[in-house]
Every structure is written in structure tokens, then in C-alpha cells.
């Protein structure tokens, strides 16, 4: 059976890209467009609520394989899966989410009609797929029909081995909260959130955080929203740093309650694309602390105006940034009424309109 989109991505398991296609695909579905997700892991462990009008299907394309030659004929295998599937449901348009998945997309579609979207959500200057993936990713993008990205920068990086016309901005449509709950207790506090994992540099964080405390008079605490494979390891850097009693680590749950009774958001990641948790805070009037390390933030986070920019790994800046922020109120309105504005053209309405667009092409 033919539908109107086809939606790529290996699962829909937490995470700003995995946001991205759900949304997309609740939208389109509400305007009356026939909507399917292809994902290669089992879509029952999904993190999001998905329209009942959109179709899932789940390929069973995941498993790590050893050695090259296993790689190869597994990931030939992978493409052969892919290909039937595009020619079974008979898309106009396919648009495929994040590196791997991309370059699959990309040799899975060669000799078919489909307007076929590769949608890169990170730092591809950054983001390291591995050396045989970041060749493939150089080499084959520019075989797609258009080739987005949520950053200037991406973009850009891109430029360099991608026709400039097949280039496109596309933002992320941000999540909105359906309720005004406020997480508020008798300290005040500092909030951080997403997956932990080693990207996210919470291990920075943390050390910055307990130089803060040092030099603090307050009981201000550090929350540490999500779930990963870190979570012991940055349970006993917590314990080994003296902040079991200032450090919390609820696991995963709706962030807006907390954005809104946090001091600020912290961003301390080693390298992003745009992340959405950054843009949703800003979203709901938050100042945010972000590193110089991930440049779709800085698209729209200026240091002193919407937030705090500072240089990764600078322990020193972060403390500063954590003084100034919780000793200035009137900084943090300020801040706070500006990152809202910035995030203007990434809220639903203004986001899903840009991706429209490709409907019309």
C-alpha cells in the first residue's frame, strides 16, 4: 500500500531526533496525510506518544556485527531489507534521520523515484560515525535530493562535500509543555538533562559543580535529569567529589517542571548539533550555560544576552558563569526573556511550516 511520507530512523527509543520524526509524523498525520516509520529496532520500547493514524513498522535491522567482512554483508543485507521496503509502500517522499541510518537510505534508494530527504542532527565536524561511515557519509550525502541539517554549522561542514543548492535549514520543532507545574523545593537549583553518556560531559560538569560548591555559601544542588550508560560511573565521580548530599539524579522525566524551577539549564556537552533540551528551556524563559562545542546552540545563545557561552573544559568559566547566574537575578529575566525570542522560529507552528515545504517540492 502507498502512503504520502516515509519517515527513516533506527528507533524510536529517547532522544531529539527520535522528537523530531514523532512530531513530524503526529503533524502530518493531523493534516491527513498517510504517514509511515521505518525503524530498524522494535518500536514497542518507543519513548513518545504517536498518532494512531501513523503506521510503524519495524524492520529488525539492528545488531552489531564483528569484523569487516560480517559488517559488509550484514550491512548489504540491511540495504536489500530498506530497498524492498521503499518499493512495498510506494512513497513520493522519504526522509531518513541521523549518519548510519542516512547512508543506508542513500544506497538503499539508487534507481528509485522517491524525493529522497537525508537529515543530518548533529555536528558532522564533530560527530565521528567512524572512519569507514564518515567516508561513506562524505562521499554518498550528495546522492540525495536534499541534505539537512538544524545548524548553520552543519551546513557549512557539509558545504564542503554536498552541492550547495541540495542544502537546507530545517529547525526542530520544539516540545511544549501541556501543563504549568513548577519543581520547587526548600534549595535552590541548577539543572542539566539527556542521556548520559560520554558526549554530554557531565564528568566537566560535575568537577566545575564541585569547585562552585566550594566557593559557595548557598546549598544550592545540581539535577541531572536522564538515563545512559554512564549512570554508574558518574555515580561514584559524585561520591568521589563530596556531592552526594548536592547532586540528584532522578533518572528520566518531563523537564519542564524542573526548566521552570531552576536557577538555569546547563548544557556541558563536548559536542552537539542543536539540541533540543537547550531550546526548550530557553522555550519557557530559562537562561542557559552552554559550551563553545556544540555551534547549533550558538545559533542562538549569545554569552551575556539569551545565556552563558563558555569554553569547554574550562573549569574556571563554568564556576564564574554558576556565581553569576545565581547571584543576579535580574540578569537571569533579562536572559531568560531574550532565549525565549531566539527560540521563536523553532516553536511548532513556525518549524512545521518550514518542513512543509519539502511536501511542496
Given at each position: 500500500m502507498s502512503c504520502d511520507i516515509v519517515l527513516v530512523i533506527e528507533s524510536l527509543g529517547g532522544g531529539g531526533a527520535q522528537h523530531v520524526v514523532v512530531s513530524l509524523a503526529n503533524f502530518w498525520a493531523e493534516k491527513g496525510k498517510s504517514v509511515k516509520i521505518l525503524t530498524f529496532q522494535d518500536t514497542k520500547s518507543n519513548a513518545f506518544d504517536i498518532d494512531d493514524r501513523v503506521d510503524c513498522e519495524c524492520l529488525s535491522l539492528s545488531g552489531q556485527t564483528n569484523g569487516f567482512l560480517r559488517a559488509l554483508v550484514a550491512n548489504v543485507g540491511r540495504i536489500l531489507v530498506l530497498r524492498r521496503a521503499f518499493i512495498k509502500v510506494r512513497s513520493p517522499i522519504v526522509i531518513s534521520f541521523v549518519?548510519?541510518?542516512?547512508?543506508?537510505?542513500?544506497?538503499?534508494?539508487?534507481?528509485?523515484?522517491?524525493?529522497?530527504?537525508?537529515?543530518?542532527?548533529?555536528?558532522?565536524?564533530?560527530?565521528?560515525?567512524?572512519?569507514?561511515?564518515?567516508?561513506?557519509?562524505?562521499?554518498?550525502?550528495?546522492?540525495?535530493?536534499?541534505?539537512?541539517?538544524?545548524?548553520?554549522?552543519?551546513?557549512?561542514?557539509?558545504?564542503?562535500?554536498?552541492?550547495?543548492?541540495?542544502?537546507?535549514?530545517?529547525?526542530?520543532?520544539?516540545?511544549?509543555?501541556?501543563?504549568?507545574?513548577?519543581?520547587?523545593?526548600?534549595?535552590?537549583?541548577?539543572?542539566?538533562?539527556?542521556?548520559?553518556?560520554?558526549?554530554?560531559?557531565?564528568?566537566?560538569?560535575?568537577?566545575?559543580?564541585?569547585?562552585?560548591?566550594?566557593?559557595?555559601?548557598?546549598q544550592t544542588r545540581l539535577v541531572i535529569l536522564g538515563e545512559g550508560p554512564e549512570r554508574a560511573a558518574l555515580g561514584e565521580l559524585v561520591k568521589g567529589l563530596g556531592l552526594s548530599e548536592r547532586v540528584l539524579m532522578p533518572g528520566y522525566q518531563d523537564p519542564f517542571p524542573w526548566f521552570r524551577g531552576a536557577i538555569a539549564y546547563i548544557q556541558a556537552s563536548r559536542f552537539e548539533g542543536t539540541p533540543n533540551i537547550v531550546l526548550e528551556a530557553m522555550s519557557v524563559s530559562k537562561p542557559v550555560i552552554v559550551t563553545d562545542s556544540q555551534p547549533g546552540a550558538l545559533d542562538f545563545v549569545s554569552s551575556l544576552q539569551e545565556g552563558i557561552v563558555i569554553r569547554w573544559g574550562d573549569e574556571q568559566a563554568m564556576v564564574a558563569a554558576l556565581n553569576q547566574l545565581e547571584q543576579d537575578l535580574v540578569l537571569r529575566d533579562s536572559m531568560g526573556k531574550l532565549a525565549r525570542e531566539a527560540v521563536r522560529p523553532c516553536l511548532p507552528e513556525n518549524a512545521f511550516a518550514c518542513w512543509d515545504k519539502l511536501l511542496e517540492r
Open positions: 549518519g548510519t541510518t542516512n547512508i543506508l537510505s542513500v544506497f538503499a534508494s539508487f534507481g528509485l523515484s522517491h524525493y529522497l530527504v537525508v537529515s543530518e542532527r548533529n555536528d558532522p565536524d564533530r560527530q565521528s560515525l567512524g572512519r569507514a561511515w564518515d567516508f561513506l557519509r562524505r562521499k554518498f550525502y550528495k546522492y540525495a535530493d536534499v541534505v539537512s541539517a538544524n545548524s548553520r554549522n552543519a551546513l557549512q561542514v557539509m558545504g564542503g562535500w554536498v552541492p550547495s543548492q541540495k542544502l537546507l535549514y530545517l529547525p526542530n520543532p520544539l516540545r511544549q509543555s501541556s501543563s504549568s507545574d513548577v519543581m520547587s523545593f526548600e534549595w535552590p537549583y541548577f539543572l542539566t538533562a539527556g542521556r548520559l553518556h560520554h558526549q554530554k560531559g557531565l564528568d566537566f560538569l560535575l568537577r566545575s559543580f564541585a569547585r562552585y560548591c566550594e566557593s559557595s555559601e548557598t
